[in-house]
Nanobody
Framework: QVQLVESGGGSVQTGGSLTLSCAVSGYTAISFSMAWFRQAPGKEREGVAYISVGGGYREYADSVKGRAIISRDSAAKNSVYLQMNSLKPEDTAMYYC??????????????????WGQGTQVTVSS
């Protein structure tokens, strides 16, 4: 069974930075692509960033492009990170880590991922 645990959320001011972490256990995630999604109150869960199995291919939502960097542990491949810079109030949301064998052409579709963490809250104040 795959388990994902996010950490690193918190409250920051506009312009600040945070790095979210996601630890995967119960399975060697070396064969899984991984992604970060977020969901703000009253809104749909949306894809934020995606990283391929080997880490060589990355995708970002337009809303975070240039401000976010997704990476994964280069050795064990069972951790993924999301560095968010220049945070804005509209980045406020619950951030979720997702894992599965998902190709880059559908990475933004939450229904493509079977395994999810419980989320970590990010709050950006103006």
């Amino acid at each position: 069974q795959v388990q994902l645990v996010e950490s690193g959320g918190g409250s920051v001011q506009t312009g600040g930075s945070l790095t979210l972490s996601c630890a995967v256990s119960g399975y060697t995630a070396i064969s899984f692509s991984m992604a970060w999604f977020r969901q703000a109150p009253g809104k749909e869960r949306e894809g934020v960033a995606y990283i391929s199995v080997g880490g060589g291919y990355r995708e970002y939502a337009d809303s975070v492009k240039g401000r976010a960097i997704i990476s994964r542990d280069s050795a064990a491949k069972n951790s993924v990170y999301l560095q968010m810079n220049s945070l804005k109030p509209e980045d406020t949301a619950m951030y979720y880590c997702a894992a599965d064998k998902v190709t880059n052409n559908v990475w933004y579709d939450r229904n493509a991922f079977r395994f999810w963490g419980q989320g970590t809250q990010v709050t950006v104040s103006s």
